[in-house]
């Protein structure tokens, strides 16, 4: 049986403001990484939940609203 690939902390962070309306750079200068760090962090929690972009996010991670 194949595990699902589990979303880091820091992943769901970033994913979590994404689906709120944040824009990468907005998320980047909260946060205070780049807005590289942050198109790589949701690139990949895109790829692991297989969403097409961030309005698929919060029904992903199971957030509310």
């Given at each position: 049986m194949l595990e699902e690939p589990k979303v880091t902390?820091?992943?769901r962070q970033i994913?979590?403001?994404?689906?709120g309306g944040m824009t990468d750079q907005q998320i980047?200068?909260?946060l205070?990484?780049?807005t590289?760090?942050?198109s790589n962090?949701?690139?990949r929690v895109y790829f692991k939940l297989g969403a097409k972009g961030?309005?698929?996010?919060?029904f992903l991670l199971d957030e509310p609203g």
């Open positions: 902390e820091r992943e994913a979590r403001l994404a689906a980047a200068d909260e205070h990484l780049t590289r760090t942050v962090h949701l690139y961030r309005h698929d996010l919060r």
